[in-house]
């Protein structure tokens, strides 16, 4: 893709000083910074390091449906319906970790994977960066997942995932920007006309709810 010219960036960056650490654990640290706004205005700023890379998998089967992952979540007290997902350490790929964490959560193999998205999660305080991958030429593996980790694993139709993602039920970034980009891969026939047709068939069968 051609970059085009409202792309460009605008007036100066930012400027800090060398970090001061105020915290540190195995999974993220948070630096202090005396920094210059754009605008000139002096300010503290804290951000966030993440230790590991995440990363997620779209397992995308033949007819149409994904696998997905239930699981409670600490930070929000809720049941969340994801996207088989996790951290990536430093020593690891992407995409073995997206393949580890496949196996892990969603007792699943692929022979065929592609990286189909790059996202910042949360760029006004933290570096966390993800990569998602589109998993196919699926077959089944046995589950192993983190001691911590209370999971249930569902098949669901695309076109039903992508519905309750409208309506709000499924609100996890990684499993939004995922079933999106691959829903713009089938209608721009960025997929195997196969597994365009079978999401795309999928959609028409679960239209958003209205209300």
């Known amino acids: 893709m051609k970059t085009p010219a409202w792309m460009v960036s605008h007036g100066p960056p930012w400027r800090a000083g060398p970090p001061e650490r105020i915290h540190d654990n195995p999974?993220?640290?948070?630096?202090?910074?005396?920094?210059?706004?754009?605008?000139?205005?002096?300010?503290?700023?804290?951000?966030?390091?993440?230790?590991?890379?995440?990363?997620?998998?779209?397992?995308l089967h033949p007819d149409g449906t994904i696998s997905l992952v239930g699981q409670w979540r600490f930070p929000s007290r809720a049941y969340s319906w994801e996207l088989p997902e996790g951290g990536v350490p430093p020593e690891e790929t992407?995409?073995?970790?997206?393949?580890?964490?496949?196996?892990?959560e969603a007792g699943l193999t692929a022979r065929t994977w592609r990286a189909i998205l790059q996202l910042e999660l949360s760029n006004a305080s933290s570096d966390e960066v993800c990569v998602l991958f589109l998993a196919t030429d699926l077959a089944p593996a046995e589950f192993d997942p983190d001691p911590t980790e209370q999971l249930t694993?569902?098949?669901?139709?695309?076109g039903e995932a992508l519905s309750a993602i409208a309506a709000g039920h499924i609100r996890d970034s990684l499993t939004v920007a995922?079933?999106?980009?691959?829903?713009?891969?089938?209608v721009t026939g960025e997929l195997a006309p196969d597994l365009a047709d079978a999401v795309l068939r999928s959609v028409r069968a679960y239209p958003p709810e209205r209300g």
């Open 94 to 104: 992407a995409q073995a970790g997206a393949q580890r964490e496949l196996r892990e």
């Open 178 to 186: 995922g079933l999106l980009r691959v829903h713009h891969m089938a």
């Open 27 to 59: 999974f993220f640290a948070i630096d202090k910074f005396d920094a210059v706004a754009p605008t000139g205005v002096e300010t503290p700023y804290y951000m966030q390091h993440f230790k590991n890379l995440a990363t997620g998998v779209v397992a």
């Open 153 to 158: 694993v569902a098949r669901v139709p695309f």
